[in-house]
């Protein structure tokens, strides 16, 4: 039976905390309820989860349950939401929403964490503003008493933006919208070999019920030839438009056409445009062998990606954190992401500015549409605009102002090399410059750059380059040499092909590649042409940013090796996997695949690993196994970087785990080694090199037709793209070397991500050492 009495509210601070996922499923709501759960209980307070959403508020009883440490284990590889999620009509009423207010103050329920789409928080939001009203009409129908709704009277409420879709203003990415980006970017990828097999054109549906988020991001990462989005219509005339753009791109030569088109489209008259009106224009018009495709629930499916693993567990702590620094007067929070930092932001503000997306969109205020979207929105339209459409006349530079721009990669392989450099060469062509391909990095321009027939420096052409929006490595090959070996051929060749400017994407050493130009530009005027470097390295440890093209692709397929590992050790049960990671000295990939799988140790280089660290944390594994009653989801994962220690090898770590075991549990060591490197970039690297490839160019090009001497003034002449905080920004090359970057070690000074290892420590309950870790070696 339900109870009818509140239970006395918690001592001091300490709160009920119940969570709720809401609204479509989407991946990595478990990650967020695992995240909340946990912190929860580590911070002292009782832990709830309630099920099917709101359904279960207002139902309450046994849907409300208190949540124990373990109820949690193995959630984050889980995809869709395993407390249930519903769209609940009685919670868009008022009754409803008063039973749920009365069921949550039975439970003595004092804080309520909502993980949900658009609609979802806007109910929160409504739950929120009438919860005053909402007290006292329990009282006066003497559902409650004067006395068992006191200490209720301030609802605790946070948001977390849980949603395929990234329909909510205020927050760079929602839960679960890169994972959903991972699946469409498989189908299509897939799709796109039977296209070109077959000259076909695919009018692709994806989901966005609202939003364009989706299928702009899908038509970015795969290089589609157009894109239908809610937010930003096709002109009056659409039907021309899209066969002028891909009968362009079929007189050039593509055999494949890809037109992605958003659940919620429509024309600047807000008339749906369907999948089927633009199967047909393309095979009437354009004599296409056109097919449609829908991708549908897949979309939501499969586990959730590293991205939303990371981005619901920091939330979901940050959550916690923003319950427990409440107070009457803060306005109810929804906890976002800007670029690369958690944020709180007003509830209120981010359901008014989402619901003003609406409300332009309805008005045809289309440029008020996408303002209202995150800040990347816009970016990302003008990006895809501008490296779809070739030959946009408005984009031609006078010819003074264009430029020949040589493009070179340079240091290890990495997701997002091609992607960056298509985007600069489709850039290049529609603003006039001549993109130049300096092939096999310094290497290969001093030494063969005049080879016959086939030198390596040589034009880049669009076709070319269009096949590689999905393509993983390096198509115009990479190595790690240095300028340094052939200052004067480097120079000759600068001269000998007349370079304005350079584009560099690589990881460390293009970096230091391009700190050693500018250090010789005093002895070699050559070099006193501008030159930007877009990071690039599965290790993350390019100073300047804090994210480095391919080290998303990693972590992921870190997760996935990982998530292997583990389903074997918990298959096996009493197993505990010790991996080692890629990353040199930076140890980014280790810590943040660690929060991503929840991993029971992650040793770093920057820490190192000693005997004492390691008996304690074999002391806790021989504690977990001995409390372990053969459960299900029992593996465990240890992470170790490849430098963490040259003694305690990943190897080594498991045979000692081995022996201090003595048959109670076992230990097994793995190394995905180059694995790491993926196949196909992620989708993140994807649009991330598209976005920072155009934003390279856009800034070379500012320094077109000034001298060489102005140039070399300019701190700015030679700077790292990158992600700092909430910005996306240049800084210059000079202030980074400096200020940012430990040359022996080669990573940087400051690594933002350092802050985040103690949370994967309290995730996994790894019991805290007073002298383990915390100290940089
Ligand atoms: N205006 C509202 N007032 C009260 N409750 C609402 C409101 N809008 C939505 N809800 C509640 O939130 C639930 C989920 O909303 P909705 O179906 O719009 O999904 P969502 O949260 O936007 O997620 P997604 O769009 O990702 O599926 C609804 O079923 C309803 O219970
Ligand atoms: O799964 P359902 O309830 O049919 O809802 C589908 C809708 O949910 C979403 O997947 C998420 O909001 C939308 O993109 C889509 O329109
Ligand atoms: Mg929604």
């Not at 990881?507 to 930007?532: C, N, W």
Request: one cysteine or more.
């Amino acid at each position: 039976m339900a109870p009818t009495e509140a239970p006395p509210p918690l001592e001091g601070k300490k709160r009920r905390i119940a969570i709720l996922t809401s609204g479509g499923d989407a991946p990595g709501m478990n990650g967020a309820v695992r995240a909340v759960v946990r912190q929860s209980i580590a911070s002292g307070c009782e832990s709830y989860v309630v099920y099917e959403g709101y359904e279960g508020l207002v139902q309450g009883g046994d849907m409300i349950k208190e949540m124990q440490w373990d109820d949690v284990r193995g959630y984050l590889s889980e995809g869709g939401t395993l407390i249930g999620t519903a769209r609940c009509l009685s919670f868009r009423e008022r009754p409803g929403r008063l039973q749920a207010a009365k069921n949550m103050v039975l439970k003595g329920i004092d804080a309520l964490v909502i993980c949900g789409g658009d609609g979802s928080l806007t109910g929160a939001d409504t739950l929120r503003a009438e919860w005053p009203g909402l007290m006292d009409e329990l009282v006066q129908k003497n559902e409650l008493s004067a006395d068992q709704v006191k200490p209720f009277r301030h609802l605790n409420i946070v948001g977390l933006v849980g949603s395929i879709d990234n329909d909510m203003s205020s927050t760079d990415a929602t839960i679960g919208c890169y994972t959903s980006l991972h699946r469409i970017c498989e189908a299509v990828d897939a799709i796109e070999a039977t296209a070109y097999s077959h000259q076909r054109a695919f009018v692709i549906k994806v989901m966005g019920r609202h939003c364009g988020w989706l299928a702009l991001m899908a038509s970015v990462a795969t290089g589609a030839d157009f894109c239908l989005i809610p937010e930003m219509p096709p002109k009056e005339d659409w039907k021309t438009e899209i066969c002028d753009i891909v009968s362009k791109h079929r007189k050039m030569g593509k055999r494949k056409t890809i037109v992605i088109v958003a659940e919620g489209a429509h024309d600047c008259h807000l008339e749906p445009i369907s999948v089927s009106a633009v199967d047909k224009l393309l095979k009437e018009k354009l004599g296409l062998d056109s097919k449609v495709t829908e991708l549908g629930h897949v979309q939501r499916g499969g586990s959730a990606c590293a991205y939303d693993r990371m981005l619901s567990t920091l939330q979901g702590v940050e959550a916690v954190q923003a319950v427990l620094d409440a107070t009457p007067d803060i306005p109810s929070p929804v906890i976002a992401i800007v670029e690369n930092k958690i944020v709180r932001k007003p509830l209120l503000e981010a359901v008014k500015l989402t619901q003003d997306v609406t409300k332009a969109i309805e008005a045809k205020k289309f440029e008020e549409a996408v303002e209202g979207r995150d800040a990347e929105f816009r970016e990302y339209m003008n990006a895809f605009n501008i490296t779809t459409s070739l030959e946009q006349p408005d984009l031609i530079l006078p010819t003074e102002k264009r430029m020949r721009i040589g493009i070179m990669h340079v240091g290890a392989p990495a997701g997002g090399m091609n992607p960056a450099t298509r985007a600069a060469v489709a850039y290049c062509l529609a603003r006039g410059h001549t993109p130049i391909g300096l092939y096999n990095g310094f290497t290969g321009l001093c030494r063969h750059h005049d080879d016959k027939p086939l030198g390596s420096v040589r034009e880049l052409k669009w076709l070319e380059a269009d096949s590689w929006a999905s393509l993983g490595g390096s198509d115009i090959g990479t190595n790690r040499h240095l300028p340094s070996e052939d200052y004067e051929a480097t120079a000759a060749c600068f001269e000998k092909y007349k370079l304005d400017a350079l584009f560099f994407v690589g990881g460390f050493e293009a970096f230091h590649a391009v700190s050693q130009l500018r250090v010789a530009r005093k002895d070699y005027p050559a070099f006193k042409i501008p030159m930007t470097v877009i990071p690039a390295t599965v290790s993350n440890n390019v100073p300047g940013t804090e994210y480095s093209l391919g080290s998303d692709t990693a972590l992921n397929q870190l997760i996935n090796f990982s998530d292997t590992c583990r389903q074997s050790s918990s298959s096996s049960r009493r197993c505990v996997f010790v991996i080692e990671t890629q990353g040199g000295h930076c140890s980014y990939m280790a810590t943040i695949g660690g929060l991503a799988v929840g991993a029971v140790a992650v040793y770093t280089a920057e820490e190192g690993i000693d005997i004492k660290t390691l008996a304690h944390d074999i002391d806790s594994l021989r504690k977990t196994f001995a409390e372990d009653r053969g459960q299900a989801r029992a593996g465990k994962t240890i992470l170790v970087n490849e430098k963490a220690s040259e003694i305690y090898t990943a190897e080594r770590i498991a045979k000692i785990i081995n022996a201090e075991a003595k048959d109670r549990f076992e230990a097994k060591s793995a190394i995905p080694g180059h694995f790491l490197q993926g196949t196909a970039p992620s989708p993140m690297d994807r649009v991330r090199a598209v976005r920072f490839g155009v934003r390279s160019l856009q800034h070379l090009e500012s320094f077109a037709g000034k001298s060489k001497d102005d140039i070399a003034a300019d701190p700015m002449s030679t700077a790292v793209i990158g992600i700092i905080g909430a910005k996306v920004q240049f800084t210059p090359m000079e202030k980074v070397e400096t200020e940012d970057t430990d040359w022996k070690k080669r990573r940087p000074i400051n690594e933002f991500w350092m802050a985040l290892k103690p949370i994967v420590d309290t995730l996994s309950g790894r019991p805290p050492m007073e002298s383990a870790g915390g100290k940089k070696s």
